[in-house]
C-alpha cells in the first residue's frame, strides 16, 4: 500500500491544502515499516467508508496485521513515530514563523519606519517652505508698497518741477518779451 498521509487526514476538506501537504510530506519520512501506522489509518478509514463503526474497522484492521506479522505494540510505535515526527515539524514551522515575525516584520517596520521619517522631513520642508512663502509676499507686498511710495513722490516732484517751470518760464519769457518790445 503506497504511504501517502493526506489521503489519511484532511478527508473532509476542512483543513488548509497546502498545511496538509506540508506535513504530509514530513511524515512520509517517519515510519519505513512494512505496515506502519500510516497504513493502519488508511485502512481502518477505507472500513469505516463502507459501513463499519471504528471500533469494528481498528479490529478488522489489528487482525489483518496481525497475520502479516505486526502486533499493536509495533503499530503503536509507529504511531510514535508519526507523532514525534509531526511534533518535529511544528517545531520548525514554530521557530519559522517566529524568525519571520522577528527578523521580516522588523524589516518591513523598518521599511515603515523610514517612510514615516521621510514624511516628517518632507513635512518640516513643507513648513520651511511656506513661511519663506508668507516671508517673500511679505517683501513683495512691502516693496510694491515702497515703490509706491516712490512713484508718488516722483509724481509730486513733478508736479512741482513743472509748477515751479511754468511759473519761471513765463516769469523769464515775460521779462524776455518786455526786453525785446518794451525797452527798445
Same mark, same amino acid.
Given at each position: 500500500?503506497?504511504?501517502?498521509?493526506?489521503?489519511?487526514?484532511?478527508?473532509?476538506?476542512?483543513?488548509?491544502?497546502?498545511?496538509?501537504?506540508?506535513?504530509?510530506?514530513?511524515?512520509?519520512?517517519?515510519?519505513?515499516?512494512?505496515?506502519?501506522?500510516?497504513?493502519?489509518?488508511?485502512?481502518?478509514?477505507?472500513?469505516? @467508508? +463502507?459501513?463499519?463503526? #471504528? %471500533?469494528?474497522?481498528? /479490529?478488522?484492521?489489528? *487482525?489483518? !496485521?496481525?497475520?502479516?506479522?505486526?502486533?499493536?505494540?509495533?503499530?503503536?510505535?509507529?504511531?510514535?513515530?508519526?507523532?514525534?515526527?509531526?511534533?518535529?515539524?511544528?517545531?520548525?514551522?514554530?521557530?519559522?514563523?517566529?524568525?519571520?515575525?522577528?527578523?521580516?516584520?522588523?524589516?518591513?517596520?523598518?521599511?515603515?519606519?523610514?517612510?514615516?521619517?521621510?514624511? @516628517? +522631513?518632507?513635512?518640516? #520642508? %513643507?513648513?520651511?517652505? /511656506?513661511?519663506?512663502? *508668507?516671508? !517673500?509676499?511679505?517683501?513683495?507686498?512691502?516693496?510694491?508698497?515702497?515703490?509706491?511710495?516712490?512713484?508718488?513722490?516722483?509724481?509730486?516732484?513733478?508736479?512741482?518741477?513743472?509748477?515751479?517751470?511754468?511759473?519761471?518760464?513765463?516769469?523769464?519769457?515775460?521779462?524776455?518779451?518786455?526786453?525785446?518790445?518794451?525797452?527798445?
Amino acid at each position: 500500500m503506497a504511504k501517502d498521509p493526506s489521503k489519511a487526514f484532511n478527508q473532509d476538506g476542512s483543513l488548509d491544502a497546502d498545511a496538509v501537504a506540508a506535513l504530509s510530506k514530513a511524515l512520509s519520512t517517519a515510519d519505513k515499516s512494512t505496515f506502519s501506522y500510516l497504513e493502519f489509518r488508511l485502512a481502518a478509514k477505507q472500513l469505516m @467508508e +463502507k459501513g463499519q463503526d #471504528q %471500533q469494528q474497522a481498528f /479490529e478488522s484492521v489489528f *487482525t489483518t !496485521a496481525f497475520t502479516i506479522g505486526v502486533d499493536r505494540e509495533s503499530l503503536a510505535l509507529s504511531a510514535e513515530a508519526y507523532l514525534k515526527t509531526l511534533e518535529a515539524e511544528h517545531e520548525k514551522f514554530t521557530q519559522a514563523m517566529e524568525k519571520r515575525m522577528t527578523t521580516g516584520v522588523a524589516s518591513d517596520q523598518a521599511k515603515i519606519d523610514k517612510v514615516i521619517a521621510s514624511i @516628517e +522631513k518632507l513635512t518640516k #520642508q %513643507q513648513a520651511q517652505i /511656506e513661511a519663506k512663502l *508668507t516671508e !517673500a509676499q511679505a517683501k513683495k507686498i512691502e516693496l510694491e508698497e515702497a515703490l509706491k511710495s516712490v512713484q508718488e513722490r516722483v509724481k509730486e516732484r513733478g508736479k512741482h518741477m513743472i509748477e515751479a517751470f511754468e511759473s519761471m518760464h513765463a516769469e523769464i519769457k515775460s521779462d524776455f518779451e518786455g526786453m525785446t518790445t518794451s525797452y527798445k
